[in-house]
């Protein structure tokens, strides 16, 4: 990983702005949020771990550009592919260690943002960032929600679906083995027959 911090400017003010989490957000408030607090730009390679699962910290990304899978027990429940997605925020917000990990697919650039900056602001500067980052933080597991309730009801479909299939292969098995049954008898009866 290379990382290095960043100095807010026009362009990183711009590069924010553009990240659906912060579109709502005036030049005011995201150089209250970031200026030298802890804003980082950081590169990983394809293959390098970003979060691991089990960690704990406070840092939570953004995706600038590249892909990056999303793992927990090793199985990859979801793909990071679009400009200004945010991750990793479930951590550092529940001050729990972390239920998945983010690995690189192809080389990746990010915003990385320590959410420790809260605790060094002075009280005022501090609730007024809090309140920011909920709100952002908000409407991204907002979004989540009703993205894993639609995939939800679309799973409930689909083995509803399975089921019904799996019930009608079962009535035709049945049926099969009855007719199978009735042939054996009946082929039984005749060699009885014949053999008399």
């Not at 970003?50 to 990056?68: K, N, P, T």
């Not at 420790?116 to 602001?121: A, E, K, P, T």
């Not at 993205?147 to 099969?176: C, E, F, I, P, Q």
């Amino acid at each position: 990983m290379e990382e290095r911090t960043i100095t807010i400017s026009e362009r990183v003010l711009g590069l924010l702005q553009r990240m659906p989490a912060f579109a709502g957000l005036d030049e005011a408030q995201l150089t209250a949020l970031f200026a030298d607090k802890g804003l980082r730009h950081r590169e990983y390679r394809s293959g390098e771990t970003i979060i691991r699962e089990g960690d704990h910290d406070s840092w939570v990304f953004y995706l600038i550009s590249g892909q990056a899978r999303v793992l927990a027990q090793e199985a990859e429940v979801a793909r990071l592919t679009n400009y200004g997605e945010i991750f990793g925020e479930m951590g550092p917000l529940r001050g729990k260690p972390r239920n998945a990990s983010v690995v690189a697919h192809t080389n990746v650039t990010c915003f990385a943002i320590d959410l420790s900056i809260l605790d060094r602001m002075p009280p005022g500067e501090r609730r007024q960032a809090s309140r920011l980052f909920e709100e952002v933080i908000s409407d991204v597991v907002h979004d989540r929600l009703a993205r894993a309730n639609l995939d939800a009801a679309a799973l409930r479909r689909d083995l509803d679906m399975a089921a019904s299939a799996l019930a009608g292969v079962t009535a035709r098995v049945h049926d099969l083995e009855r007719r199978v049954h009735d042939l054996t008898r009946e082929n039984q009866e005749l060699r009885s027959k014949v053999g008399k």
